[in-house]
């Protein structure tokens, strides 16, 4: 049985930082991408960032460039989103999720999600 386990999220002071993680079990990721998504009240699920379990290729959306970083722990199955310089705009639900194959920004390329973990930017 796949699972995906967000933890890490909170509240955060604009300008503040947070490390999201993902624990994944059940099966074997390494031809898997791994994607963080979130999703605020009222609006649709948006990609935020990826990462290639085999290779560690990286790709994020351009509105997060420079601030978020995703990484991999091969040892402990475990993705990690550091984000830095946080806006109020990015307060959202955050999901991980494992894709494995398919256009990587898209939502609906991604097989197995979690539950998603709340961060919430204060001004």
């Known amino acids: 049985q796949v699972q995906l386990v967000e933890s890490g999220g909170g509240l955060v002071q604009a300008g503040g930082s947070l490390r999201l993680s993902c624990a994944a079990s059940?099966?074997?990721?390494?031809?898997?991408?791994m994607g963080w998504f979130r999703q605020a009240p009222g609006k649709e699920r948006e990609f935020v960032a990826a990462?290639?379990?085999?290779?560690?290729?990286?790709y994020y959306t351009d509105s997060v460039k420079g601030r978020f970083t995703i990484s991999r722990d091969n040892a402990k199955n475990t993705i990690y989103l550091q984000m830095n310089s946080l806006k109020p705009e990015e307060s959202a639900v955050y999901y991980c999720?494992?894709?494995?194959?398919?256009?990587?920004?898209?939502?609906?390329?991604?097989?197995?999600w979690g539950p998603g973990t709340q961060v919430t930017v204060s001004s």
């Open positions: 999720a494992a894709a494995r194959s398919g256009n990587l920004y898209y939502s609906s390329s991604y097989a197995y």
């Open positions: 059940g099966r074997t990721f390494s031809s898997y991408v």
């Open positions: 990462i290639s379990w085999s290779s560690g290729s990286t």
